[in-house]
T-cell receptor, first 110, second 116 residues
Framework: NAGVTQTPKFQVLKTGQSMTLQCAQD?????MYWYRQDPGMGLRLIYY???????DKGEVPNGYNVSRLNKREFSLRLESAAPSQTSVYFC?????????FGPGTRLTVT | DQQVKQNSPSLSVQEGRISILNCDYT??????FLWYKKYPAEGPTFLIS?????DKNEDGRFTVFLNKSAKHLSLHIVPSQPGDSAVYFC???????????????FGKGTKLSVIP
């Protein structure tokens, strides 16, 4: 049972480049989330998907887009990366309150 | 406006002693509270939770206390072990009907160091 998986684990981008972070869960959860973690800032919600076919903005959505491809997969896209998007990105899924997290993607934008 | 606050960025405790991590919240809509543990280069993992209708929940060495009137919760680890050294995040949950999902609001974390 893999839980929540994320790819890639590490990525370096130049300013202006685009990329998609992938997330998949095998727990049959309806809700999925994308967070970013910055030093001293805790976890901040970027986007979430309450169920397949729906997505909504979280606390810090600017510069990001998401796609809920199916019940298992939820991707995060950076269309034009900026140095301010250097962060660690976590995907999570949940059935009710308790969320299960993936191992994270460490992204550096130069 | 920070709705969940962990006022201690770090805490050092001797092995075998008690670790007490604190968390305060402001939003009365929160009805479920969770603690997550995070090691470097890993995702947060769920540790223990408590519903707002309870004031205490125990799981082995870990106990969470909730004081609803003070909007305060604490995590007690007894006895503390070196393997407990990690960042601990407090999180508060509410169901947002418009969004159709539960959402967590996280504190900024407390880094616990257990000294052998």
């Amino acid at each position: 049972n893999a839980g929540v998986t994320q790819t890639p684990k590490f990525q370096v981008l130049k300013t202006g480049q685009s990329m998609t972070l992938q997330c998949a869960q095998d727990m049959n959860h309806n809700s999925m989330y994308w967070y970013r973690q910055d030093p001293g800032m805790g976890l901040r919600l970027i986007y979430y998907s309450a169920s397949e076919g729906t997505t909504d903005k979280g606390e810090v959505p600017n510069g990001y887009n998401v796609s809920r491809l199916n019940k298992r997969e939820f991707s995060l896209r950076l269309e034009s990366a900026a140095p301010s998007q250097t962060s660690v990105y976590f995907c999570a899924s949940s059935a009710v309150s308790e969320q299960y997290f993936g191992p994270g993607t460490r992204l550096t934008v130069t | 406006d920070q709705q969940v606050k962990q006022n201690s960025p770090s805490l050092s405790v001797q092995e075998g002693r008690i670790s007490i991590l604190n968390c305060d919240y402001t939003n009365s809509m929160f009805d479920y509270f969770l603690w997550y543990k995070k090691y470097p280069a890993e995702g947060p993992t769920f540790l223990i939770s408590i519903s707002s209708i309870k004031d205490k929940n125990e799981d082995g060495r870990f106990t969470v206390f909730l004081n609803k009137s003070a909007k305060h919760l604490s995590l007690h680890i007894v006895p503390s072990q070196p393997g407990d050294s990690a960042v601990y995040f407090c999180a508060a949950s509410a169901f947002y009907s418009g969004a159709g999902s539960y959402q967590l609001t996280f504190g900024k974390g407390t880094k616990l160091s257990v000294i052998p």
